[in-house]
């Protein structure tokens, strides 16, 4: 088969089709938004503000609280209808969500004291110290501090 690829550069994002013999296919190019469905979206939000210290952006949809982090936006949001987030063992069993931080020790020794609970304890990896927690809806977040 006789595939070519391209690449335009639209504002800051770029587009990639693959042209192929039956035509143009275009293509995901990577995460470019997160959000989580919770079940209170203020508490949710407060405990990302409080415990890891994100800061909320000046504008999001209804229903949802979007963080200034980068290079991809964060949110917290309302389920979509027919989210059951009880329905399994953990919300997004099977999903991995990875934050960095500037002080993976720093911030696990906070959120411990909080009586946050800690899923995997701090140990080394290729991306800096990692440890795991649950947020306030059971949500596996994982924290490193090297990328």
Not at 37 to 58: C, I, K
């Amino acid at each position: 088969m006789n595939t070519s690829m391209s690449t335009e550069k639209m504002g800051t994002e770029s587009a990639t089709t693959e042209s192929t013999g039956a035509g143009t296919v275009a293509r995901a190019t990577g995460p470019d938004f997160i959000a989580l469905q919770v079940r209170d979206v203020e508490a949710a939000a407060q405990f990302y503000e409080s415990r890891l210290g994100l800061t909320r952006a000046p504008a999001a949809p209804p229903g949802a609280v979007v963080f200034t982090t980068s290079p991809i936006p964060f949110a917290v949001r309302e389920p979509l209808p027919g989210v059951d987030l009880d329905s399994g063992d953990r919300p997004g069993n099977g999903m991995a969500l990875w934050l960095r931080c500037d002080d993976a020790q720093a911030l696990h020794d906070s959120l411990a004291e909080a009586g946050v609970e800690i899923l995997r304890a701090p140990a080394p990896s290729p991306f800096g110290l990692t440890f795991a927690f649950a947020d306030l809806d059971g949500y596996a977040v994982t924290l490193h501090d090297a990328g």
